[in-house]
T-cell receptor
């Protein structure tokens, strides 16, 4: 089944404790992206990747890191999480062409930073 | 600055009633326009998109949207709502092909039995 998977789905952590949210797609898509969703703000892009080893900042990259060593994986790293990073996070992928290609979203990761 | 606005935060309709969700954008030229739906506990799914051509676009699940250049709008419609349509709906816009999507703040739809 074609899909985007994220792990974990739920995570509660404490300020400053490094964490990684994994994202994997099995559709051989070139483009991958991370968003955060906050009430009243919609989805905002954190980072995106047009291809392996090519990543770039989105609208709200502060406090986040990403890497794209393989086409299928695009982990999101929070080196020192803070409470303002409490949010719902979505990974998405698309065949090519950036945001205007149909994006396929993962189920989301709900992160709480205490 | 370029932006996309969904003026309705919450909408409640009765099952079987018609639905229209509003989306307005502020871009210089005709952008690429999308509607995504987020069912409870799930990721977003594309309902439909408009790039050019016929201004009335058909999507999945019986939804359609109409692009109106004069009003800078791309409203989503459905003639008869089903209980399973209860979800959050996002309008999204990109200036051109390959550009980054900007999402609206979403409209949460509730369906009365």
């Amino acid at each position: 089944e074609a899909q985007v998977t994220q792990n974990p789905r739920y995570l509660i952590t404490v300020t400053g404790k490094k964490l990684t949210v994994t994202c994997s797609q099995n559709m051989n898509h070139e483009y991958m992206s991370w968003y955060r969703q906050d009430p009243g703000l919609g989805l905002r892009q954190i980072y995106y990747s047009m291809n392996v080893e090519v990543t770039d900042k989105g609208d709200v990259p502060e406090g986040y890191k990403v890497s794209r060593k393989e086409k299928r994986n695009f982990p999101l790293i929070l080196e020192s999480p803070s409470p303002n990073q409490t949010s719902l996070y979505f990974c998405a992928s698309s065949p090519a062409g950036g945001g205007t290609d149909t994006q396929y979203f993962g189920p989301g990761t709900r992160l709480t930073v205490l | 600055a370029q932006s996309v606005t969904q003026p309705d935060i919450h909408i409640t309709v009765s099952e079987g009633a018609s639905l229209e969700l509003r989306c307005n954008y502020s871009y210089g030229a005709t952008p690429y326009l999308f509607w995504y739906v987020q069912s409870p506990g799930q990721g977003l799914q594309l309902l439909l998109k408009y790039f050019s051509g016929d201004t009335l676009v058909q999507g999945i699940k019986g939804f359609e949207a109409e692009f109106k250049r004069s009003q800078s709008s791309f409203n989503l419609r459905k003639p008869s709502v089903h209980w399973s349509d209860a979800a959050e709906y996002f309008c999204a816009v990109a200036p051109g092909s390959g550009d980054k999507l900007t999402f609206g703040t979403g409209t949460r739809l509730a369906v009365r039995p």
